[in-house]
């Protein structure tokens, strides 16, 4: 049974009223009326509708007062809104789309035009619920998905190794309990990233970490101990991969506003994602300082698996894992996603450069700092 829409009608005129409402009605519609836009929000509150259409000129409160109170509503900001009035002033009719209303129709109308663009409109809104829907269950369950592999591997570990230990707690050698509890160490390990990242990701969306970082930044006139800094932290991995980290910076450098913690946990990731990515191919990863008149570039290459270009779009999307089924990969998807957003809460941006079979680089750009351009 196909839906009856709700038409929101917000009209002070009793007959033009009638008139439109009997127009809609005839066509199907169910609709709810209103002559002003107090009386509309005191409808809206018992009953969401799927379209709305306002006079202007209204007593109490006119049209665009209703259409900002409904706007401010985060339960209403989808509901297409429609300015139906007798002001043909150009800059009316502008004030009305600026205000991102979705058509302005004037007075007289023809009522053909009324019942295609109210139409028009409903099968847009219901077109765009429908993506949004399918967006979100692809979302929810490639996160179901992700995160149940990430819950259930450490656990894994941990509980296995704590199984076999008990098991045999008085047999075991001292090397033996060894191995157990480092494929504890482990198993808890990736445990704690994963939690640490999801709190990370919260602090960002929730706008909790803008503020900290902002408090915290400071100008740093040559970057290169913050990068041997974060280069030190994955030295030894890139030596167990026969790879290597090799810095390749010349002074002078232009001053750029970092905090210390967030850009190194940004760079740290992008450091992390290109020896995944270069395992195997014993190519050392090189990370570029380079200067520019108003901004920073720090690029880290790797020569690597690359990256399909039809995939460098997604990069930084949550949840997002580049052919995971063919490559065994740590963590949710989230990773190059907090790089980009910390690098962007400093100002700038990362850039990606790749191609298949022969590596990527991705490219941070800082902001001069104010007044040191």
């Given at each position: 049974?196909?839906?009856?829409?709700?038409?929101?009608?917000?009209?002070?005129?009793?007959?033009?009223?009638?008139?439109?409402?009997?127009?809609?009605?005839?066509?199907?519609?169910?609709?709810?009326?209103?002559?002003?836009?107090?009386?509309?929000?005191?409808?809206?509150?018992?009953?969401?509708?799927?379209?709305?259409?306002?006079?202007?000129?209204?007593?109490?409160?006119?049209?665009?007062?209703?259409?900002?109170?409904?706007?401010?509503?985060?339960?209403?900001?989808?509901?297409?809104?429609?300015?139906l009035t007798a002001k043909a002033e150009p800059e009316d009719i502008i004030k009305g789309k600026g205000l991102g209303a979705e058509d302005y129709i004037t007075k007289p109308f023809n009522p053909d035009e009324l019942l295609i663009v109210v139409k028009a409109r409903l099968e847009r809104a219901e077109a765009i619920q429908e993506a949004a829907e399918a967006e979100f269950d692809r979302l929810r369950r490639q996160i179901v998905n992700v995160l149940s592999h990430e819950l259930r591997t450490p656990l894994t570990y941990i509980r296995g190794y704590t199984d076999l230990a008990l098991e045999d707690i008085h047999g075991l050698s001292p090397e033996a309990l060894q191995d157990f509890l480092l494929g504890i160490q482990r198993g808890t390990q990736r445990l704690s990233r994963l939690v640490e990242d999801l709190l990370l990701m919260v602090q960002i969306e929730s706008g909790r970490l803008k503020e900290e970082l902002k408090a915290n930044c400071h100008v740093v006139e040559d970057p290169t101990p913050l990068i041997?800094?974060?280069?030190?932290?994955?030295?030894?991995?890139?030596?167990?991969?026969?790879?290597?980290?090799?810095?390749?910076?010349?002074?002078?450098?232009?001053?750029?506003?970092?905090?210390?913690?967030?850009?190194?946990?940004?760079?740290?990731?992008?450091l992390d994602n290109a020896l995944k990515f270069s395992n195997g191919s014993q190519q050392p990863v090189v990370i570029t300082v380079e200067s520019k008149p108003n901004w920073l570039e720090i690029a880290v290459t790797d020569y690597g698996i690359g990256i399909p270009a039809a995939e460098i779009p997604n990069l930084f999307q949550k949840f997002r894992q580049i052919e995971r089924e063919r490559h065994e990969q740590q963590g949710v998807g989230i990773g190059l996603y907090l790089a980009r957003q910390l690098i962007l809460l400093h100002g700038g941006d990362i850039e990606v450069e790749s191609q298949p079979g022969e590596g990527s680089t991705f490219t941070v750009r800082l902001p001069a700092a104010a007044g040191r351009e």
């Open positions: 049974m196909e839906k009856q829409h709700t038409i929101l009608l917000a009209e002070d005129h009793w007959a033009l009223q009638q008139a439109v409402k009997d127009l809609l009605t005839a066509e199907g519609y169910r609709v709810l009326a209103a002559t002003d836009g107090a009386e509309a929000l005191d409808l809206m509150r018992e009953t969401r509708p799927d379209l709305i259409i306002a006079d202007v000129m209204m007593p109490r409160m006119d049209g665009y007062e209703l259409y900002e109170k409904v706007r401010e509503n985060s339960e209403w900001v989808s509901i297409p809104f429609i300015f041997h800094k974060a280069m030190s932290q994955y030295e030894a991995r890139a030596h167990q991969q026969q790879s290597a980290l090799i810095l390749r910076a010349e002074p002078p450098y232009t001053p750029v506003a970092v905090c210390d913690v967030y850009f190194l946990d940004a760079l740290g990731r992008l």
